[in-house]
């Protein structure tokens, strides 16, 4: 597996922006379908948004649909969330996470699971003010 750790996280006004990066340790990391999740407090883990491990596919949570956009560059081994037009809603900890198996390609439904992702980074916090 890979190991995680998210960076870009912050405070930031409604309809702002802001831009996730997720740096991934291991040569495998190419091979892992990638996703990212958020938890607000009191609330479970949401999936927000996942791309197959060689970007055939993207995948998003209808609450951040023409919102976000995932990319990855694996010659970096990261991983990032563009976030636009960002909602007080949007508020949480965001969390990038790895396939538990390498070269899957599923109808999204699947990576809407956390169950699915085996490896987790440490979380990045991110705060819409209204």
């Known amino acids: 597996q890979v190991q995680l750790v998210e960076s870009g996280g912050g405070l930031v006004q409604a309809g702002g922006s802001l831009r996730l990066s997720c740096a991934a340790s291991g040569r495998a990391f190419g091979s892992y379908t990638m996703g990212w999740f958020r938890q607000a407090p009191g609330k479970e883990r949401e999936f927000v948004a996942a791309?197959?491990?060689?970007?055939?596919?993207?995948y998003y949570a209808d609450s951040v649909k023409g919102r976000f956009t995932i990319s990855r560059d694996n010659a970096k081994n990261t991983v990032y969330l563009q976030m636009n037009g960002l909602k007080p809603e949007d508020t949480a900890v965001y969390y990038c996470?790895?396939?538990?198996?390498?070269?899957?390609?599923?109808?999204?439904?699947?990576?809407?699971?956390?169950?699915?992702?085996?490896?987790w980074g440490q979380g990045t916090q991110v705060t819409v003010s209204s």
């Open positions: 996470a790895a396939d538990r198996s390498q070269f899957t390609n599923y109808r999204g439904i699947y990576y809407a699971e956390p169950v699915n992702f085996g490896s």
């Open positions: 791309v197959t491990w060689n970007s055939a596919n993207t």
